[in-house]
């Protein structure tokens, strides 16, 4: 395969993908992060980053490109709340980012966390979920993120996360019922 072929699929494969990659940047990005850069930008940034990177790429299926495309998504965001703590900016004196023009694939992609009890619109139902997201503890996070929104196997995050499959479903289980209980609490 030519490597126009490869850049071809590649992006082919990144737009199928797109949403869950939009949800998983909003989620995994924490407050600050959301305050000062759009959805958006971080998004394009790690796509961008994805097709220069793309001379090795080999597809192995949906979920291991998932897997792939999440954890560059999730070096962005470190690298990124990185520099703004190393830059030491207020973020409360800085204007809101730019609201995401992607908000209603979002929402699809969101709609895999939340329950169809909540009777909020698209735009408060994005914002309650993240804000209560936000106040689940960093293990939580991650297993409703690798779980929910990357479509991982329990055993395929115990792997990663170097827990147990059991382990794994029961810390997924309280993760689901904590988002649950704070989203209902709003």
Not at 104 to 122: E, M
Not at 166 to 171: E, F, G, N, P
Request: hydrophobic share 40%; proline share 2%.
């Amino acid at each position: 395969m030519s490597d126009g072929e490869r850049r071809g699929d590649l992006e082919a494969l990144l737009v199928e993908h797109l949403p869950y990659l939009r949800a998983y940047v909003r989620l995994r990005s924490n407050r600050a992060i959301r305050a000062r850069e759009s959805g958006t930008d971080l998004v394009q940034s790690v796509c961008r980053e994805v097709l220069q990177g793309s001379s090795g790429f080999e597809y192995r299926g949906d979920g291991a490109f998932r897997r792939w495309l999440c954890t560059a998504a999730l070096r962005k965001i470190v690298e990124r709340d990185r520099a703004m703590k190393t830059q030491k900016r207020d973020v409360r004196r800085e204007q809101v980012a730019a609201t995401d023009t992607a908000q209603g694939a979002l929402l699809d992609a969101y709609a895999t966390v939340s329950t169809p009890s909540v009777v909020l619109s698209r735009r408060e139902n994005i914002e309650a979920l993240e804000v209560a997201f936000d106040q689940l503890p960093e293990e939580h996070r991650e297993v409703i993120s690798l779980a929910k929104i990357v479509g991982l196997s329990h055993a395929e995050i115990a792997e990663q996360t170097g827990r147990s499959e059991a382990a794994t479903r029961q810390l997924l289980r309280r993760a689901l019922v904590k988002l649950r209980l704070l989203l209902d609490r709003d």
